[in-house]
C-alpha cells in the first residue's frame, strides 16, 4: 500500500509492552530538552507506552484549546484564556490547575493527574505534574510561553 507520506519511513510494529486488554498506544517522541519531536535521520522517533502518553501530554499543554481546526474541541490547553482577565493572584492559580487537569484528563490512557504546579510568571507559565497512565507513572515538567 503506498504511504501518504512517502519520504518517511514506517514505524517498527508494536511489542508487547501494553497491559493485557489494551489497544498499544504511540506517539512522536517529545524532547524536553529542546521542546520539539524528535527526529532520527529526516523520520520521527516513535515513543510508546507511558512515554507515549507523556509525549501527548505535552504537545496537548502547548497546544492553545480550540486553536486550529486541525484538533478536536477537546483537545489543547485553555491557559491562553487567563490573559488579561481580572482575577487575584489565587484566583487564576487554581484556574490555572484545573486547565492543566482538564486538558490531560481527556486521554483515556491517563487515569489521574495529582501534584500540580503551575507558576505564573509574565508571559510565561511554567508548570510540572505527576500523570498516571494505564503503563506507569511519568512526570510532566515545562515551560509554556502562554500569554
Do not use: H
Not at 502547548?62 to 482577565?85: E, M, V
Amino acid at each position: 500500500m503506498a504511504s501518504l507520506f512517502p519520504l518517511l519511513e514506517a514505524a517498527e510494529p508494536e511489542t508487547g509492552q501494553t497491559p493485557e486488554g489494551v489497544k498499544p498506544y504511540r506517539e512522536i517522541k517529545w524532547d524536553d530538552v529542546r521542546q520539539r519531536p524528535v527526529w532520527r535521520a529526516g523520520n520521527p522517533v516513535w515513543a510508546t507506552g507511558a512515554d507515549a502518553v507523556k509525549s501527548w501530554a505535552v504537545m496537548a499543554l502547548y497546544t492553545a484549546r480550540r486553536s486550529k481546526d486541525l484538533f478536536s474541541a477537546g483537545y489543547g490547553c485553555s491557559l491562553p484564556s487567563l490573559a488579561g482577565r481580572p482575577f487575584s493572584a489565587a484566583v487564576r492559580q487554581s484556574e490555572a490547575v484545573r486547565m492543566v487537569r482538564e486538558c490531560l484528563t481527556v486521554n483515556p490512557y491517563i487515569t489521574d493527574v495529582r501534584q500540580v504546579s503551575v507558576a505564573l510568571n509574565g508571559s510565561e507559565v511554567t508548570l510540572s505534574c505527576t500523570v498516571s497512565t494505564i503503563f506507569g507513572e511519568v512526570a510532566v515538567q515545562s515551560g509554556l510561553p502562554v500569554f
